[in-house]
């Protein structure tokens, strides 16, 4: 019987999960046996899709905006990464029940070009995207600030997962720059919107966006400009996604072709 994977969000259908796990699944040898499909389910219908899942031959799914929340919440048991980040992007259909995990976090860490222990980080947003980025960075041992336009969101995400809150935060004294909002997704100026500014990066900085549109982001645009190192939410998605994938099926996950996949076209990276 095949064997079906899929992605869980609302909306969906710009996704490029399909595409990146079906070509790792053919580059594994698996795709007869294996499939990867995007399904498109409402927050009201979100619980009781998932639970018929296991029934229709499904053995796990990536779960995308806005139901992150909702997946953690269903499922039987959890990983510790998805408990203490409050969101699950994995779940895996077992004979034990529904198992959440979190790879968003990992997969951001292996998308670093280095460790960021020890470094000043800033991280922009406090949404659910902003949690595992500010989880994953902690762990790690770097120093996290996190700013966001609504402040009290970042006090409170603080106040949970740790890291210090910053209003005004100057960006050119950081290490690492995450942009964990969703300013560029419906192309707004990220350096407009964010305490960026275009001539504030240089050498020695990492900026990592995790939104990417149909054209590079200005941001990374900028940075890249003054020097700075960047990874694009592009390579993010790859790494969440070899992570989902390796948990699946327990094979290694082909990095060059799901990344090969992925940048044909375009989507956000969290899903
Ligand atoms: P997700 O779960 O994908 O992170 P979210 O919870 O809706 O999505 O969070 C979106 C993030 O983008 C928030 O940090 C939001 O800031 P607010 O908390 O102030 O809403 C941020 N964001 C969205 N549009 C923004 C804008 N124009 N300028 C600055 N931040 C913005």
Redesign the pocket.
Known sequence: MMRRLAVLGHPVAHSRSPAMQSAALAELGLAGAWSYEAIDVSPDEFEQRARAMPGEGFVGANVT??H?GAALVLADSLSETAREIG?ANTLSFTEDGIHADNTDAEGLLKALPTSPQGEAALV????????AVVWALLREGADVDVW???EL??RNLCAELGGSPVSVPDATTYRLIVN????GLCG?DALA??PLSTSGFSAGQTVVDLVYGAAPSQLLAAAKAGGATVVDGIEVLVCQGALSLEIWTGYEPPLQAMRAAAREDKGRA?D
């Open positions: 905006v806005p992150k969101a922009l947003g406090a949404g659910g995207a902003a949690r966001n336009r609504t969101r970042s964990s909002t969703s300013v707004e919107e964010l969290d």
